[in-house]
């Protein structure tokens, strides 16, 4: 399976800070040690243009991004302390869900090792997300005639409000989201179809809600392409998740997802969005649970 990647997808942030930026080459690591990635098949992206980014974002806030101006409340909004290194690394991060997407199309599944990014809104990066990677593609590849109708499922444990609110009257997008009814964002717009679930859902009430929503969700959006948001921040014990699937069921999760997708030979970009786990090594060997369901669903 091919994925994008490249090293600049890792920024140092600041001592103490939450969000685990060393996840991204971790995970490039760990795929390669299993054999579940070879070094052939890393596809490194350059920088998404900024008429690309311009589909989905303001101009305003594009060029505040670009000029390091953003007011000290955008920063906090944003979650992440503007650098050069950040724009840098937020556009190659777009642009690998954009390749991957276009690698989906030809080989039927491909991923990023990164994206995932729903909470970034068209006037402001929001929840340590920049730029909205997802619908950013969206809107590049119907422009170019490649898809036209697309469904997101979003399973991680936050709804994805940028998303949500971005595709709100478009009827050629369906957005699933299935998340923690009291958990960030607290004021959630409404996406396609929102399943909420209490905090403290196990892997069997888990399941349940998936097998009932999934297959009515892909039959009724009929995409062109499917974008997997595999957040792991779904887990017990994670840091902001307030969920409690375990390790297998996470491994339910995401085989049941990938089935479905492929039993109707729909084209699939897999995307890492949130997860929050004790240590760095740890989120990443969750987040690689995707990628050995994948190789399992798909045969490579």
């Known amino acids: 399976m091919r994925v994008s990647y490249q090293d600049g997808y890792y920024v140092p942030l600041p001592e103490g800070h939450p969000f685990p930026m060393g996840k991204f080459p971790a995970l490039h690591n760990l795929l390669l040690r299993e054999g579940l990635l070879h070094p052939h098949e890393v596809v490194p992206p350059r920088q998404a243009d900024w ?6 974002h303001t101009a305003d806030y594009l060029n505040a991004l670009a000029a390091g101006t953003l007011s000290d409340r955008a920063e906090r909004r944003m979650g992440l302390p503007w650098s050069e290194r950040l724009v840098y690394r937020s556009r190659v991060a777009v642009q690998g869900t954009l390749n991957a ?8 599944v491909a991923a990023n090792i990164a994206g995932g990014t729903h909470h970034a809104m068209p006037g402001h990066g929001e929840g340590f997300c920049v730029l909205n990677d997802v619908a950013v593609a969206i809107r590049v590849l119907q ?5 036209q109708r697309v469904c997101i499922v979003d399973l991680d444990v936050h709804q994805g409000n940028g998303n949500a609110a971005f595709f709100a009257d478009a009827p050629d997008v369906y957005t699933f989201s299935m998340h923690g009814a009291k958990n960030y964002p607290f004021e959630k717009p409404p996406s396609t179809h929102d399943v909420p679930l209490p905090d403290g859902c196990s892997d069997t009430a888990y399941m349940e809600a998936l097998t009932t929503h999934l297959p009515a969700v892909l039959d009724a959006a009929r995409p062109d392409l499917v974008f997997y948001l595999a957040g792991i921040d779904v887990m017990a014990g994670d840091r902001y998740g307030r969920l409690a699937l375990t390790r297998e ?11 479905q997708i492929h039993q109707r030979d729909l084209a699939a970009v897999l995307l890492l969005s949130g997860g929050y786990a004790e240590t760095t090594a740890a989120t990443a060997d969750l987040h690689a649970i995707m990628h050995r369901e994948a190789a399992r669903v798909y045969g490579a």
């Open 143 to 147: 422009q170019a005639c490649w898809i």
């Open 51 to 56: 008429a690309d980014l311009q589909h989905v």
């Open 249 to 259: 069921g996470l491994h339910q999760r995401d085989g049941y997802v990938l089935e």
């Open 101 to 108: 997407a276009m690698m989906a199309l030809e080989d039927g």
